[in-house]
């Protein structure tokens, strides 16, 4: 399976990745596809997206589309964070193989999670 090069730089240099400490909100989704897990932390100012990381266990396609979700949404506000689409994700990247579609599906459903947590915070 080929992937585009900023998919190949972001799953071997993956962008906020790892535990935080202290996070607002946490949420975590797993693909019904494939079994993979996404876990991601926030960090709030207000309505801003301060800080965001993530834990993955997951192939290639997963590590790489949440990295790049990271970096979209860090510093964004929340409206601004439900805009983005899975298909903007793969867009972003270069563009994925089909079979791999339900990893940046899986991305946003996990960003999802963490703006209803944080939107029922309130």
């Known amino acids: 399976m080929e992937f585009p090069k900023l998919v190949l730089e972001?799953?071997?240099?993956?962008?906020?990745?790892?535990?935080?400490?202290?996070p607002d909100i946490t949420a975590s989704e797993q693909s019904e596809i494939c079994g993979d897990v996404i876990t991601l932390y926030l960090k709030m100012k207000g309505n801003v997206i301060k800080d965001i990381k993530f834990e993955s266990l997951g192939c290639a396609a997963n590590i790489a589309s949440?990295?790049?979700?990271?970096?979209?949404?860090?510093?964004?506000?929340?409206?601004?964070?439900?805009?983005?689409?899975w298909k903007d994700l793969v867009k972003a990247l270069g563009?994925?193989?089909?079979?791999?579609?339900?990893?940046?599906?899986?991305v946003i459903k996990t960003l999802r999670s963490a703006i209803k947590k944080w939107k029922q915070k309130k």
């Open 10 to 22: 972001h799953f071997r240099n993956p962008q906020n990745m790892g535990k935080m400490k202290n």
């Open 66 to 85: 949440t990295s790049l979700m990271t970096t979209l949404v860090k510093g964004k506000t929340i409206e601004e964070a439900e805009k983005i689409t």
């Open 95 to 106: 563009g994925l193989p089909e079979t791999k579609y339900h990893c940046c599906q899986l």
